[in-house]
T-cell receptor, first 113, second 116 residues
């Protein structure tokens, strides 16, 4: 089955700096790579996703890159703000959607003032 | 209006008891899930139902029994609770790409179960 590794487990940045979270996956047939943000006391929420037919996707301060050859993908947050503080999960799936989604182990991001 | 709602939000109980968590989604999605999040924040899928039919059962002990009376509801019943069952349980729903959806998972706010 799919195995998704995520690093780092914790990340502390100063407000305004960039944050990068990296994930690797094992199943070469995986074709869908979403990122979820979980705020304290809430359920995870999709913030951005990428499918295997593109290498990069951007949405305002958030971008995701995918390297299918190396089987890794990354989340980039620029100009971080205190409200970006949360746990971030990467995930991978070979079905193109929510079914059989394997999550990474999560990254606790803390944005300090 | 909450898209995926689950009750109760908190549950504290003794070892050996039986408890249930209920979930409802008003998004019209075909697929619903139960995920378990442990104290280290690991998110692991337990069950998935598509149109009331079980499609994923990830080697969860038989003490856990999901039930989907209709495609908008997915309940989780746990028998003979053990200390290791303490976790946050999340219900989620999605609509697959082939069925007019995006595949995005919509999660409820979680039910924190504490077994004493």
């Amino acid at each position: 089955g799919e195995n998704v590794e995520q690093h780092p487990s914790t990340l502390s940045v100063q407000e305004g700096d960039s944050a990068v979270i990296k994930c690797t996956y094992s199943d070469s047939a995986s074709n869908y790579f979403p990122w979820y943000k979980q705020e304290l006391g809430k359920g995870p929420q999709l913030i951005i996703d990428i499918r295997s037919n593109v290498g990069e996707k951007k949405d305002q301060r958030i971008a995701v890159t995918l390297n299918k050859t190396a089987k890794h993908f990354s989340l980039h947050i620029t100009e971080t703000q205190p409200e970006d503080s949360a746990v971030y999960f990467c995930a991978a799936s070979r079905t193109g959607g929510g079914n059989k989604l394997t999550f990474g182990t999560g990254t606790q991001l803390k944005v300090e003032l | 209006d909450t898209a995926v709602s689950q009750t109760p939000k908190y549950l504290v109980t003794q070892m050996g008891n039986d408890k249930s968590i209920k979930c409802e989604q008003n998004l019209g999605h075909d697929t619903m899930y139960w995920y378990k999040q442990d104290s280290k924040k690991f998110l692991k899928i337990m069950f998935s139902y598509n149109n009331k039919e079980l499609i994923i059962n990830e080697t969860v002990p038989n003490r856990f029994s999901p039930k989907s009376p209709d495609k908008a509801h997915l309940n989780l019943h746990i028998n003979s609770l053990e200390l290791g069952d303490s976790a946050v349980y999340f219900c989620a729903s999605s609509q697959d790409l082939g069925r007019g959806g995006t595949g995005e998972l919509f999660f409820g706010e979680g039910s924190r179960l504490t077994v004493l």
